[in-house]
């Protein structure tokens, strides 16, 4: 499912009018499934989807870990790309098939740079 949910994903986002820049970009810290710019914005894109709402929302499956190994996938993005620090943010689509149904959601700046780690103690 994901590499189709993942196609069906960036259909969406490019009839949205984002352009698709790169996908399944893999760096130390894990990947990120799309890389797209959206009126100048350059946007790391993560794809969650479900078959039926069972196991909750796709979107709660981008959890504050999650988000953190976005970021530094996102941070070397940039370091290898030689991008600088353009305008970023990181949207989260959202998919979910029930009974026949394909529900695909693009949630813009689903969250900021993630806080660092608490400190153990």
Excluded at 1 to 15: C, K
Excluded at 34 to 62: H, M, Q
């Amino acid at each position: 499912m994901g590499q189709g949910w993942e196609r069906l994903a960036a259909r969406r986002l490019e009839d949205e009018g984002y352009l698709i820049r790169e996908r399944n970009f893999r760096a130390r810290a894990g990947e990120i499934d799309l890389v797209a710019e959206e009126k100048g914005v350059l946007c790391f894109v993560e794809v969650k989807g479900r078959s039926g709402a069972g196991f909750g929302g796709p979107a709660e499956a981008v959890t504050l870990e999650k988000q953190r190994r976005i970021f530094r996938c996102a941070e070397e993005y940039l370091q290898r790309r030689r991008l600088g620090a353009p305008r970023c943010r990181f949207d989260v689509v959202t998919i979910v098939e029930e009974n026949g149904r394909v529900d695909v959601a693009i949630l813009r700046n689903a969250f900021e740079e993630p806080p660092s780690r608490p400190p153990r103690s």
